[in-house]
């Protein structure tokens, strides 16, 4: 069983930037695949960015793709996305997920564990 806590949300202007972080508890999160997600209101979750067990493969959603970075520290059970460049449609509720297999290219349904979501807001 694993538990992720996301932090970091809040509320920033156009143009500016945000790290959140998804920390997690239990012995096998190295092992994991790890996605952010986000769920806009009156829409559906969508994938954002995963990062595969050792860090050596990312993929992105291709709105996203350029501004956001996804990254883990092992030795910490912490995930990161790095969000550059935001704009407004990038308000949402973001989860972070975690997949027992070591990599996904961020399907929902591979995804086993969710965390509670942190909010980020984008005015213009």
């Known amino acids: 069983q694993v538990q992720l806590v996301e932090s970091g949300g809040g509320l920033v202007q156009a143009g500016g930037s945000l790290r959140l972080s998804c920390a997690a508890s239990?012995?096998?999160?190295?092992?994991?695949?790890m996605g952010w997600f986000r769920q806009a209101p009156g829409k559906e979750r969508e994938f954002v960015a995963t990062?595969?067990?050792?860090?050596?493969?990312?993929y992105y959603a291709d709105s996203v793709k350029g501004r956001f970075s996804i990254s883990r520290d092992n030795a910490k059970n912490t995930v990161y996305l790095q969000m550059s460049s935001l704009k407004p449609e990038d308000t949402a509720i973001y989860y972070c997920?975690?997949?027992?297999?070591?990599?996904?290219?961020?399907?929902?349904?591979?995804?086993?564990?969710w965390g509670q979501g942190t909010q980020v807001t984008v005015s213009s």
């Open positions: 997920a975690a997949d027992r297999g070591s990599w996904s290219t961020g399907a929902i349904d591979d995804f086993d564990y």
């Open positions: 239990g012995r096998t999160f190295s092992s994991y695949a």
């Open positions: 990062i595969s067990w050792n860090s050596g493969n990312t």
